[in-house]
């Protein structure tokens, strides 16, 4: 998980309680040099993070690994005093792990503050449903 998806607490222990994934680490990919984040995600079986460059790690990952992208799709750039939006599909990192022999799944957050119509992909603060996203995460993990 990287550091644009907010109460790490509560969505790890929502994975921990579900059991059965045997460790979970929270890094900041900001804050280390790219050698250890190779050496890092290398030995990962899957991550987990919003859309943006810390997924891009998902070079380092093993064949058949999994990574699941946290980004807002139903509604994308929609704003209080507009229409709702169609599905919105941002297919980089997809495409990416499909080319890399990688499994895909994404999430979509209740709700994402962005920093305004400018930017509407800028994202502030996510809000999650920390029981879906587990149940999401420990089927995944399981089916790699």
Known sequence: V????YYFDTVIHALKKKGGIPRIKIVYFEDIN????????SRAKLLIGAHGAGLMNMLWLPKHAGIVEVLLRNNFG???DEEPLLLYHKGDYFNLAKYLDLSYRFYD??????????????????????????DLVTKFWFSL
């Open 78 to 80: 929609r704003h209080d």
């Open 109 to 134: 957050p209740a709700h994402i503050v962005g920093s305004g119509k400018e930017r509407p992909i800028s994202m502030n603060e996510m809000y999650m449903n920390s029981q879906e996203f587990a």
């Open 2 to 5: 990287d550091s644009q998806t």
């Open 34 to 41: 790219l050698a250890v984040q190779i050496e890092m995600v």
